[in-house]
């Protein structure tokens, strides 16, 4: 699933989060929260009316799947009660509250809870916040939660308390936005979005402990993106579902409990690894427990289970045969259960017994129920949709001849034919094309080069990209991708796969970097690569579909050449979601008309394909992420610039320029000169393997 973060503005649109809120925390999750309107199905307070709301919409349905709110202190003030609770009065006094925003709100349709919702919220929220000049963000947490926030840099400025509204306990945090040592430290998802100078932010979070003496570093146990991510996603938990010993006097079942093992699991560690002889049943003790519906190396987690849930093999107690892998998403301790407690409580107390198999069938429906409507809402979509508003039509007054009656003689000038009256109607006006200014076309920086070396080192070393073995680089016309390699594992033999006229060109730049000895050129003449079967260990596909004829026919001559158990990395652009703000009036036709030309082949759409391309091509266990290239030590200017210059000059290249893609280009040439301005460029990443031999 590809998605698309939108800032909201619309009082519609804005009325659908509402109700997206509603859905999801109301009607499936059946929670009660103190600010749902029942009768019209919404849920909002009043710190919406002046919020920013961040939706994330299915690019494929238009469906919400997730949104996000966040007050930001340069746009209105902050609400009294908001700063009462959070205890803000101080530090608004020291920094002002211009520098503060305070985030909340954040609900993901369960359905999607394994994707990248949050990440994809989160991360551009942390984006906008930087570009408008903000330095803390302030939320209200609630304790199950603060481990997560901890790693993602948040610290505390007070102790937890019971919210007035509905006595649930939450306590203040406070993020440092440029404090980029800190978020390091915590090896926090933000350190990655944007660069951050040295010693950015030290002065602000020196004030903050001088103001709160509970903002201290905190002792974090990093997780893995993948579990740290669903554990946010999950912040919306379900009501409470029946308890095991629910009913149940606690002095009759503890002798039967005292016993039995425990297990603690740390950190993203998996029961199955700790012990093989696991009595199949569970519960959870303390902490939080992920379910993942695979045991691959990146799980798709579809649930948290929280402190007294029960989670396992239950086929000893009920009519099922789950058989979930469980992954700790912070330190756990785990009581196991046997599957046979039953039995052995009903050879002395059959009562006992018979309750407790029917607490445990109470937990199964309840899961059950919650499943269908979970796997309802993920079948049929969302009933919201966000998309741009459609322009009103114009009003025009009718004219005093078109009001008077027609005269006989001339009545035969009004017999023209229904076509031609049409096609005269409907004929617009044509503008004089206006003599483009030069300077719309300067030289840019090829986005291929200008990704972030970190990230995508980060992500190749993570997917299995091993140094000491030879690696086809495929699709980067600029040779950065074999450049970047070469430097990024030097004992790798790396293979370029280029078009013939480019070789040399290329081969001038490895030789001044002098790492020409470990790479080999070769041309892709009519879609053939030119090496023999079985002879790559892996492949790393950059930016290689966005023009390809046929990928499909490209994938398939990987699969040739590659042997068994390969890695296949591939990264390619998608300009759906690309992101602007604030946006120049007439991109959205800009970029139809791009997408618009005629084309050889390939998709301007393609990175949301990348997972489903390699999947079909035979390739196992496909997975997919974003790597969003926003503004850092690039400008918002340069990075404009390297997105949409290409796309003017194909525009202009094929003669379909218009007077208003210069209104635009120039509009975007500007955002550099913008405060506020940001801007958003996905790239999409996908990996999978080549099947083992058999």
């Not at 440092?176 to 002065?203: D, I, M, N, W």
């Not at 790798?492 to 001038?508: D, W, Y």
């Not at 391309?613 to 196992?620: K, R, V």
Request: include cysteine.
């Amino acid at each position: 699933m590809f998605v698309q973060v939108q800032h909201v503005q619309h009082p519609t649109d804005r009325e659908q989060v509402y109700r997206f809120r509603y859905r999801i925390l109301v009607e499936e999750l059946r929670q009660a929260p103190a600010n749902a309107d029942h009768k019209r199905r919404m849920v909002r307070d009043a710190l919406d009316d002046h919020a920013r709301l961040l939706v994330a919409v299915d690019e494929q349905n238009g469906a919400v799947v997730g949104t996000l709110r966040s007050c930001f202190g340069n746009d209105h003030p902050l609400h009294p009660k908001l700063v009462s609770r959070l205890g803000l009065a101080p530090m608004i006094a020291a920094l002002g509250a211009e520098r503060i925003s305070t985030t909340s709100a954040l609900v993901v349709d369960p359905a999607f809870g394994g994707e990248t919702i949050a990440s994809t919220l989160a991360t551009q929220l942390y984006s906008v916040a930087l570009a408008k000049r903000l330095q803390v963000d302030v939320l209200d947490c609630e304790p199950a939660l603060a481990s997560t926030c901890h790693q993602l840099g948040y610290r505390p400025i007070g102790e937890p308390t019971a919210r007035a509204s509905d006595g649930a306990m939450r306590q203040p945090l406070a993020l440092v936005l440029r404090q980029g040592s800190y978020l390091g430290q915590v090896k926090s998802p933000f350190a990655r979005v944007t660069y951050h100078p040295p010693g950015s932010g030290e002065a602000t979070a020196a004030r903050l402990a001088e103001l709160y003496p509970a903002f201290q570093d905190q002792e974090v146990v990093p997780q893995q993106l993948d579990s740290f991510w669903a554990a946010l996603a999950h912040v919306n938990a379900p009501a409470p579902p029946p308890s095991l010993f629910e009913g149940v006097d606690r002095a009759a079942i503890d002798p039967y409990l005292a016993g039995l093992s425990k297990v603690y699991l740390g950190t993203d560690q998996r029961l199955s690894e700790l012990t093989e002889e696991t009595s199949g049943m569970g519960m959870l003790l303390s902490g939080r427990l992920g379910l993942t519906v695979g045991s691959g190396a990146r799980p798709f987690f579809v649930s948290v289970l929280r402190t007294g849930e029960v989670f396992g093999q239950m086929g000893g107690m009920a009519a099922t045969g789950a058989d979930p892998t469980i992954v700790a998403l912070e330190d756990c301790e785990v009581l196991l259960l046997p599957q046979d407690l039953p039995d052995r409580i009903q050879q002395r107390d059959p009562a006992l017994a018979q309750r407790i198999r029917r607490n445990l069938a109470n937990i199964l429906v309840y899961r059950l129920e919650l499943m269908n409507r979970r796997v309802a809402g993920f079948m049929a979509g969302s009933p919201e949709r966000i998309a741009p508003d459609a322009d009103p039509p114009i009003q025009r007054e009718p004219t005093a001849q078109a009001q008077a009656p027609i005269e006989p003689e001339a009545a035969a000038d009004a017999l023209v034919p229904a076509d031609d009256a049409l096609q005269q109607a409907e004929a617009p006006a044509q503008d004089e094309p206006e003599e483009v200014p030069p300077e719309l076309f300067e030289p840019a920086t090829p986005l291929s080069r200008i990704l972030p070396r970190d990230a995508e080192s980060r992500w190749l070393k993570r997917v299995g990209l091993q140094d000491m073995s030879t690696i086809l680089v495929l699709g980067d016309g600029s040779g950065e991708g074999v450049l970047r390699l070469a430097q990024l594992l030097p004992r790798t033999r790396v293979v370029g796969v280029l078009p013939p006229e480019l070789l040399a060109l290329i081969q001038e730049r490895l030789e001044a970097a002098g790492v020409a000895e470990r790479c080999t050129l070769v041309p892709l003449v009519a879609g053939r690569i030119p090496l023999g079967e079985d002879t790559i260990d892996h492949a790393w596909l950059r930016f290689a579909f966005h023009d390809a004829a046929d990928p499909t026919a490209t994938l398939a001559e990987l699969r040739r050449v590659l042997r068994p158990g390969g890695v296949v990395a591939a990264q390619d652009l998608d300009d759906g979601g690309l992101m602007v703000q604030p946006e120049p009036p007439g991109l959205a036709g800009f970029l139809g008309r791009v997408a618009a030309l005629p084309r050889e082949g390939g998709s301007r759409s393609v990175g949301r394909r990348l997972v489903h391309l390699l999947t079909a091509a035979g390739f196992e266990r496909s997975r997919g992420l974003v790597l969003p290239l926003t503004p850092g030590a690039l400008s918002v200017g340069e990075l404009a610039s390297s997105t949409f210059g290409p796309m003017a000059e194909l525009l202009y290249a094929r003669g379909a320029w218009s007077n208003e893609d210069t209104q635009v280009m120039r509009a975007l040439r500007q955002l550099g000169e913008q405060e506020d301005a940001w801007i958003c460029v996905p790239v999409v990443c996908a990996a999978a393997r080549v099947p083992a031999a058999e």
